[in-house]
């Protein structure tokens, strides 16, 4: 009987330790694998070389934004009147552009808003009056034209209508195709760079293996204040877009 417990021991011994050499061997195959797999890739990254190319271009915008309002201030008891008066303003307002040559399709104009004023000067809040103002937004492929009109309003003026001028903003209607068309430019300035650093280490620059484009800054001439997230200048005529990209080239010895 202890003969036979001793053999069936040693049996299983064999067998554990066959099993343990099989497990081994199969993980130094798959460690094998993975750091091969690991090399590989290491050898194909430092056979790669990243480059940024940018591309710029001037242009003029091609429409404008004219963005303005006026206003009246009445007391308490004359709202009735203060709403005559601002339809009066909005109809010399409205002959103002259309003599100089704007059509009613370009303007766009609000409701009236309603403000309350209060008199807190004997610690409550009693109603006195109220501030009444109307916008007016004027859009135009005539940029010059309507940059030198808001800045001769003195005939508004002069009808008792209180009218400021809010802001004027620029944008480019082309900007899209622009955009595309300096997209291939910079590719070829990444590729020009990649070049020039592979030469000076006696290597060579291979087959594009992967572009991804960057943000678009659109500011005035010779502005440097960029974004990381992209710009769109609207307060200067002549702008500058600029787009930015990121390639991956293939190098060979």
Do not use: H
């Amino acid at each position: 009987m202890e003969q036979q417990i001793q053999q069936n021991s040693k049996s299983c011994c064999t067998k554990n330790g066959s099993l343990i050499a099989i497990i081994l061997g199969i993980s130094l195959i798959i460690s094998a694998t993975i750091i091969g797999f690991v090399l590989y890739q290491t050898r194909i990254t430092e056979d790669t070389l990243q480059v940024t190319g940018s591309a710029k271009k001037v242009f003029t915008s091609d429409i404008v934004k004219w963005r303005s309002g006026f206003y009246r201030n009445v007391d308490v008891n004359n709202l009735k009147s203060g709403y005559a008066q601002m339809a009066s303003d909005l109809e010399k307002i409205k002959t103002f552009l259309r003599d100089n040559g704007i059509d009613e399709k370009d303007i766009t104009i609000s409701p009236v808003y309603l403000d309350n004023k209060f008199d807190y000067s004997k610690g409550g809040d009693n109603l006195i009056g109220y501030n009444l103002r109307q916008n007016i937004e004027v859009q135009s492929e005539d940029v010059q034209k309507i940059t030198d009109l808001a800045k001769n309003t003195t005939n508004l003026i002069e009808q008792d209508v209180v009218f400021s001028t809010q802001g004027l903003e620029y944008y480019y209607s082309k900007l899209p195709e622009a955009r595309v068309e300096l997209l291939t430019d910079a590719v070829k300035d990444a590729q020009n760079r990649a070049i020039k650093i592979a030469e000076s280490s006696g290597q060579k620059i291979g087959l594009l293996k992967s572009a991804s484009m960057g943000v678009v800054q659109v500011l005035p001439v010779n502005s440097v204040e960029v974004s990381d997230y992209g710009a769109y200048d609207t307060s200067s005529i002549e702008k500058e877009i600029m787009v930015t990209v990121r390639t991956e080239f293939r190098i060979s010895k």
